[in-house]
């Protein structure tokens, strides 16, 4: 198996695993963590076909990722505080009334 | 013996942090405690920054460590401290989503790993493309790609803003 299917088969198990954990976990802060690992999956595969064309623009856009990772993260967390000041828990089943 | 396992440490250590990454990934679905959970996504995020390491992008990888782990990660890891991580609620680990979930998980992880394998353009044996240094990215981020430069830092005032709105939402609702 080449250098480049292993990763680029490393970043789509990274990105499904990260969706598995979105899916299947109930706690809001480990579904955000999840969420991260979908971005990391991601970010391999750029920096796999960055490093195979040889151009730039794949870590171009990795940089973009980590601002708009950084960015996510900043909005979310006081989000889930906010939650979790009214509902007094973390668990995502308290949050069923937000489905309108 | 060495000399074959030193021949071969490069694809050695690639194999080696990449079964690190999948291994924390998978403890991160099955770790109850929060705390735990965070550690795993930490390990896994300095294995895929060795990833890098190794495909010659190190910057990158210093930019891996320094963003994930050391400004996303320690907030969670702080917020996992400010909220009670024993939170009694939240005993159970799973949704009900569990059997649906996994089902979908595989059928995803088939046709993308299917994809992935037919449309990857067959390995010509040519040697991956040179390795750009610091200075050729630098020269072509704020050369070429300056103007998705400047609207990521709309995009962080942006956020900023919102989360100020946020807390001032919480701050109205208790007095």
Redesign the interface.
């Known amino acids: 198996m080449?250098?480049?299917?292993?990763?680029?088969?490393?970043a789509?198990?990274?990105?499904?695993?990260?969706?598995?954990?979105v899916?299947?976990?109930?706690?809001v802060?480990?579904m955000?963590?999840?969420m991260?690992?979908m971005l990391?999956g991601v970010?391999?595969s750029l920096?796999?076909f960055?490093?195979?064309?040889?151009?730039?623009v794949g870590?171009?856009l990795?940089?973009?990722i980590?601002?708009?990772?950084?960015?996510?993260?900043?909005?979310a967390?006081?989000?889930?505080?906010?939650l979790?000041?009214?509902k007094?828990?973390?668990?995502?089943?308290?949050y069923t009334d937000l489905k309108g | 013996m060495i000399e074959s396992v030193l021949l071969h440490l490069e694809?050695l250590l690639?194999?080696i942090f990449?079964i690190g990454?999948?291994t924390s990934?998978?403890l991160?679905?099955v770790l109850r405690q929060?705390m735990r959970?965070?550690l795993a996504?930490i390990s896994?995020?300095v294995f895929?920054g060795g990833?890098?390491g190794l495909?010659?992008?190190h910057f990158?990888a210093a930019?891996?460590v320094l963003?994930?782990v050391g400004?996303?990660m320690v907030?969670?890891v702080y917020?996992?401290m400010?909220?009670d991580v024993r939170?009694p609620?939240?005993s159970?680990?799973?949704?009900r989503?569990?059997v649906p979930?996994?089902l979908?998980?595989l059928l995803?992880?088939g046709v993308?790993?299917y994809g992935?394998?037919r449309d990857?353009p067959p390995?010509s044996g040519a040697s991956?493309?040179?390795?750009?240094g610091l200075q050729?990215?630098a020269a072509?981020?704020l050369q070429e790609?300056w103007l998705?430069f400047e609207l990521?830092s709309v995009?962080?005032v942006?956020?900023?803003v919102?989360?100020i709105a946020?807390?001032q939402?919480?701050r109205r609702?208790?007095g």
């Open positions: 080449g250098e480049t299917q292993l990763l680029l088969s490393l789509v198990a990274l990105f499904a695993l990260g969706l598995l954990g899916i299947v976990r109930r706690h802060l480990i955000l963590m999840c991260e690992l990391n970010n391999l920096v796999t960055a490093h195979e064309q040889g151009s730039t870590a171009v990795v940089f973009l980590f601002v708009v990772a950084a960015a996510e993260i900043g909005i967390i006081p989000i889930v505080l906010l979790v000041r009214r007094h828990t973390v668990d995502l089943y308290a | 694809t690639l194999y990449g990454a999948l990934a998978v991160m679905l929060p959970v965070a996504l896994a995020m895929l990833i890098y495909l010659g992008v990158i930019f891996q963003i994930y400004a996303v907030f969670m917020v996992i400010l909220l939170d609620s939240c159970q680990r799973f949704s989503l569990v979930g996994i979908a998980f995803f992880l993308l790993g992935v394998w990857l390995l991956p493309g040179a390795a750009f050729q990215f072509s981020f790609y998705h990521t995009l962080l942006v956020a900023v919102a989360a946020v807390i939402v919480s609702d208790h």
